[in-house]
């Protein structure tokens, strides 16, 4: 059973940093995508960011030159460095893994104030 468990949110001011992780476990494949969707309140989740196991990776242009994606292939672990972060960031992150099928952590809060 393929379990995520994300951790590193919290609140912030406009302009500082986070950095969120997601430790994923009994995973069967050694090749797999995993990366991070966020939802704001009243919006639909989208796309934040992913990377495959050799390094690829992606960014929503939302989130490009202020967020960075990053795995530990050894510890099943990803995480995502936010930095100058903005009001409209604030949304519940979901990390997700890739393989056969998709898996999804039960989501950490991220809170930027203005």
């Known amino acids: 059973q393929v379990q995520l468990v994300e951790s590193g949110g919290g609140l912030v001011q406009t302009g500082g940093s986070l950095r969120l992780s997601c430790a994923a476990s009994?995973?069967?494949?050694?090749?797999?995508?995993m990366g991070w969707y966020r939802q704001a309140p009243g919006k639909q989740r989208e796309f934040v960011t992913w990377i495959a196991t050799d390094g690829s990776t992606n960014y929503a242009d939302s989130v490009k030159g202020r967020f960075t994606i990053s795995r530990d292939n050894a510890k099943s672990t990803v995480y995502l460095q936010m930095n100058s972060l903005k009001p409209e960031d604030t949304a519940v992150y979901y990390c997700?893994?890739?393989?056969?099928?998709?898996?999804w952590g039960r989501g950490t809060q991220v809170t930027v104030s203005s």
């Open positions: 009994g995973t069967s494949d050694s090749v797999n995508v």
């Open positions: 997700y893994l890739q393989e056969a099928r998709a898996y």
